[in-house]
């Protein structure tokens, strides 16, 4: 089987395009991009050259760091903001370091284990969508320096294209609704696209699990799985351990298609969570010795990122935290030569709450999968370790399932393989994550325990019938194989005593997230529920063919049928209000809720 790229359909467009992906990653970030030329096969480039790095040849990612100053104004971003010189006005000045700040976008039903840290504050007068947008716009200045610089006839290029750019965003599998609306609106502070429904419909988001699929399918991982296996794909970045299954179902074209539900609960269990038990070990240890201060401390810290994390991979063998010069010393805790001394299986420990989620996680998958998952590709930055690389080797053995990584840099998986996602779209089918529906009105009865629990919040409706609210009706159940063309729909009927309040009808859609058992009821204050999203129509229209209806007390009122449609098979959540007015079948599409 060839790779993607050499199966890969010429662009149908008739006119010049580009397409960016930007991979915004908890602590490194990269960017990808293809050129749409009208004939013409896509070719993926990488967006080699940051400002900071110009001395660091085809370095593809920055770091996630930003500083402000007490303004809140962004006076450094990425590589230029670890500059020595940087650094040091950054203290004389009383700036605001913004680090992990995509952290804070995640679902409030995802909680981090931080060690008993806390993510530091957002620079004053700025939110986290805020942040997030001014990343954005950095990454996308830095893109427009590059494009104009290393494309022959660069300006003319950019010119061509810049008012009709694609966007491609990655985020972690369980993401939603609500992070991709921050996403988009932090697209549109950060000036990447217009607050216009035309702008807003140039960003399409994918999840970071798919993305990393499409790149391992670039890299040609795929001929070496027989068609029918399942495999999984993980994603260890810094942040999340994004996990995901699959199968291929056809080779010509390559058709895949999810196998079980991704890991929805977004394991945050990235390397840098490694590197924050790495920073409470080294506070207890040192608590007594001169090396024991914060700033010393996040020195030693930064120092085992860049080396001890990277290198470890024996736990019999003494490891070293090159920090200092050859002058610092304190026997007492282990520190000769400017060096910390380690116990291999000390380093081992840090490391081993992120292996035990990535292994319970993957084993869920193999499971959930039935058994047909037979190998693991493991790509993203933290894939890059050995240690990890080999305990996933060693611990899924007994599963007879093969771990295997790409020989290419997993760093940059996932902003390749969004650029794969936009051009070559594999992905057939998917498996819902939750349960998704809307609340209706259930009718009473007078025999049911549960009825008579909730008899206070009991009403008639205008026909006589008496009705209980916030019942669940499920329209798309979890763990259900969707297609990209399939609709799911449930039709619905309400009775209004005024007309006027169909220009602004409101439906709201619900997740549930507490497994496949349908639930009776809505409970609104439980983390199982969240709202997804509001569809809202007008339906004042109907009011000219409604029939008015006499109901009890000889009140009128009309009886108004609608239609609620869910479309799932791609990777951002849609959802629609159908109805009929005079024989036209007319839609109103979802709003965003945050």
């Not at 060693?394 to 007879?400: F, H, N, T, V």
């Not at 009705?467 to 799911?488: G, H, Q, T």
Request: net charge neutral.
């Amino acid at each position: 089987m060839k790779p993607a790229s050499g199966t890969r359909k010429p662009y149908i467009g008739t006119t010049r395009s580009l397409v960016l992906a930007l991979d915004v990653g908890t602590t490194f970030s990269g960017v990808s991009y293809a050129i749409l030329e009208p004939g013409e096969v896509p070719k993926i480039h990488g967006v080699t050259r940051f400002p900071g790095q110009e001395h660091v040849a085809g370095n593809s990612k920055i770091p996630s760091i930003m500083y402000y100053d007490p303004s809140g104004s962004m006076k450094a971003a990425g590589a230029e903001a670890e500059n020595a010189t940087i650094v040091a006005e950054a203290e004389d000045e009383g700036w605001t370091k913004a680090e992990l700040f995509k952290l804070r976008l995640r679902p409030k039903s995802m909680k981090l284990k931080m060690n008993g840290m806390r993510l530091a504050p957002l620079p004053t007068g700025k939110t986290a969508v805020d942040v997030f947008g001014d990343f954005l716009s950095y990454l996308f200045r830095c893109t427009r320096s590059f494009i104009i610089d290393t494309h022959a006839n660069g300006p003319a290029l950019w010119h061509a294209v810049e008012n009709d750019i694609q966007f491609v965003l990655s985020h972690p599998n369980g993401w939603e609704g609500a992070q991709q609306s921050k996403m988009r609106r932090a697209a549109v502070y950060g000036g990447l696209i217009p607050d216009t429904d035309e702008g807003r419909a140039r960003i399409r988001f994918v999840t970071e699990g798919e993305a990393s699929l499409h790149a391992c399918v670039l890299n040609g991982l795929a001929a070496d799985n027989p068609s029918g296996h399942g495999f999984i794909v993980a994603d260890a970045g810094g942040g999340t351990l994004d996990i995901s299954s699959y199968a291929i179902r056809g080779t010509a074209p390559l058709v895949i298609e999810e196998i079980a539900p991704p890991d929805c609960e977004c394991v945050f269990a990235g390397s840098v969570f490694v590197s924050r038990r790495a920073r409470a070990f080294f506070g207890e240890k040192l608590r007594n010795s001169k090396y024991g201060t914060s700033d010393a401390l996040d020195h030693i810290t930064k120092r085992f990122d860049e080396t001890t994390k990277r290198l470890f991979r024996d736990r019999k063998e003494m490891q070293f935290v090159p920090f200092g010069s050859p002058l610092d010393k304190d026997l007492t805790v282990g520190i000769r030569g400017g060096q910390l001394k380690l116990t291999g299986a000390e380093v081992a420990a840090l490391f081993e709450p992120s292996i035990e989620a990535a292994v319970s996680s993957i084993k869920t998958q193999i499971e959930a999968s039935g058994g047909a998952v037979k190998s693991v590709w493991l790509v993203g930055g933290f894939a890059a370790s050995p240690w990890l690389f080999s305990q996933l080797q060693e611990r899924l053995s007994r599963y007879q399932v093969a771990v295997s990584r790409p020989d290419t840099q997993t760093s940059k998986a996932v902003a390749d393989g969004a650029i794969g996602f936009y051009c070559d779209h594999h992905v057939s089918a998917r498996i819902s994550k939750f349960m998704y529906g809307v609340e209706y009105l259930r009718e009473f009865d007078p025999k049911d325990e549960e009825h008579i629990a909730r008899k206070h919040r009991l009403f008639e409706m205008p026909s006589g019938p008496k009705l209980l609210p916030d019942a669940f009706d499920c329209i798309l159940a979890r763990s259900v194989r969707v297609k990209e063309s399939n609709v799911f729909s449930r039709k619905y009927c309400t009775e209004v005593t005024n007309l006027s309040t169909l220009s602004v009808f409101e439906v709201e859609v619900w997740c549930y997230r507490g497994g496949d058992t349908v639930p009776k009821w809505i409970h609104r204050s439980s983390d199982e529920f969240s709202t997804l999203c509001y569809v809202r129509a007008d339906l004042s229209p109907l009011a000219g063919s409604a029939q008015a209806k006499q109901g009890r007390g000889g009140k009128m009122y009309w009886t108004i049928v609608f239609s609620i449609e869910i479309h799932f098979g791609l990777t951002e959540f849609k959802a629609r209000i159908k109805w009929v007015d005079n024989v036209r079948v007319r839609f109103a599409f979802f709003e965003d809720i945050f």
